[in-house]
């Protein structure tokens, strides 16, 4: 297991992490508390919302700062769009964040497959 990947894996269990992000007009740093999934070396972030400010905010402006636990990580985030991608986030999101497993096992038993409204690949910096 690489250095990154262990690190990662230290904070995986933790609920949320502070996401840096910086104004895509203004430049200005902004933080913002969210939900996060750690596969291996990567992060991934989900929203029930693309309009949320930090979500168009890092599509313009994709360098970001992950604090969690006391470990801050650095990274560019990427958009998540592949269907087959989205749905191994998903599944991800409801594995660690249990109550979430229900809504989307009775909305694929019903034929809906679920994701979130905005899915993101943060590409960590291994330092």
Do not use: C
């Not at 949320?16 to 430049?27: A, E, N």
């Not at 990567?42 to 700062?65: C, E, K, M």
Request: net charge positive; glycine share 6%.
């Amino acid at each position: 297991m690489s250095a990154l990947a262990e690190r990662l894996a230290r904070v995986a269990s933790r609920s949320t992490l502070r996401l840096t992000h910086h104004g895509r007009k203004s430049g200005t740093p902004y933080e913002v508390v969210i939900w996060f999934v750690v596969d291996g070396e990567q992060v991934f972030l989900g929203t029930a919302s693309a309009r949320r400010q930090w979500v168009r905010n890092v599509q313009r402006r994709p360098d970001v700062r992950l604090a969690v636990d006391g470990a801050t990580f650095t990274g560019t985030v990427e958009r998540v769009t592949a269907p087959a991608d989205v749905r191994h986030v998903t599944d991800l999101l409801a594995a660690k964040y249990w109550y979430l497993w229900p809504m989307l096992a009775i909305a694929r038993l019903l034929g809906f497959d679920p994701a979130p409204d905005a899915t993101f690949r943060v590409h960590v910096d291994a330092d």
